[in-house]
Structures are given as C-alpha cells and as structure tokens.
C-alpha cells in the first residue's frame, strides 16, 4: 500500500475511532480536539507534530514513529509507547494524562513532562537521564533499574524511587519530596 506524505496540514476535531487516519508521513502538522481512542497509529510516521486536546487513550502505536513530537492536554490511558519504532523516538508532554502508560525500555534522554499525571506508569530499564518531570504526579509509577541520572523530579510527587536499583547520580530532588527514596524502608520522616 502506497503510503502519503502530508506536511503543514491542521486536522480539526476528527473522530478516527470508526475511520482510521491515513497511512503515510505526517510532517510539521498539528491535530486539535481529535478522537484516536482505541485506534491504530501502526506504521504511521510523525516528524514536528502537536497534539493538541487529542484523546489517544489505548492507541495501538506498534512501529509507530515520533520524532520531535509534543502532546498538550492530551488524554492518553494505556499507551504502549515501548512498542513505538525506537529510531530517532523523541517526543515531550505538557497537561497530560498518561496513566497505565508503558515506557519500558525505551532511551528518552532529555525528555520533558510537564504537569501531567504518571500514576502506573511503567519506567523499567527505559533511559530518563537529563530528563524533566515538572509538577508531574508520579504515583505508582515503576522505576526499575531506570537510568535517572541528571533527572529532574524537584516539583514532582508521589514517586516512590529505589535508589538502590536505580541510578539517581545527579538527580535533583526536594526537601519535600525526598522521602519518595526512602519508601522501602517503611521509615516514619516528620
């Protein structure tokens, strides 16, 4: 199947959960207010695109492409971003809901999370080091054996982050939010 290139385009509040989008390239567009709920983004590429108020929850995204790619206010339960094409994979979240999402695995230096919600995401073995969680709510979220180094978590909370099967060289934490470290040792901080 012969696959489009379509760059500079703006899709509007479009429902693709009966109509899948088209296979093919998608370069410097951005999509506002649209419904991919339970669809297939399989084999799609997105080259500096947005999404904007875009509903992506339980989005199949296996050999999927994102490259400089930034989701705004976007609801995204259950993505299975592992399965994405790892090449040149770089993308950023502002307003986010990613709960029970997976990064499992993946190299994501420098990415950035801004304000969004995490709860069960799964972080295990992925690369977060340089990158920024700002105001994100991390509860249940999975660190295991997550590069963090250099991470920035400063205003985050509800982690819970096993520094001894983690690394955190570098990492910046608060004094609030330290306690997040020590919660294998079931110690009472006051």
Do not use: W
């Not at 340089?130 to 105001?135: D, I, L, S, V, W």
């Amino acid at each position: 199947m012969d696959q489009s290139y379509i760059d500079d385009q703006h899709f509007r509040v479009a429902n693709y959960t009966s109509h899948p989008l088209p296979a093919g390239e998608y370069e410097n567009c951005t999509f506002s207010g649209c419904n991919f709920a339970g669809s297939s983004l399989t084999g799609r590429s997105f080259s500096e695109c947005e999404f904007i108020d875009c509903d992506l929850s339980n989005t199949v995204v296996s050999g999927t492409s994102f490259r400089d790619v930034s989701f705004k206010n976007c609801k995204m339960l259950g993505v299975r971003f592992d399965e994405c094409t790892s090449f040149l994979l770089s993308f950023n979240f502002e307003d986010c809901l990613l709960n029970f999402s997976s990064f499992y695995k993946l190299k994501l230096k420098g990415i950035k999370f801004s304000n969004c919600k995490l709860e069960q995401v799964d972080f295990s073995e992925a690369d977060l080091s340089r990158a920024g969680f700002k105001k994100c709510n991390l509860s249940g979220a999975i660190f295991s054996n997550t590069n963090l180094e250099s991470a920035d978590l400063e205003t985050s909370s509800n982690f819970s982050i096993d520094p001894e099967i983690n690394r955190i060289k570098k990492a910046k934490f608060s004094k609030e939010n330290i306690s997040g470290l020590l919660d294998k040792y079931q110690i009472i901080i006051k």
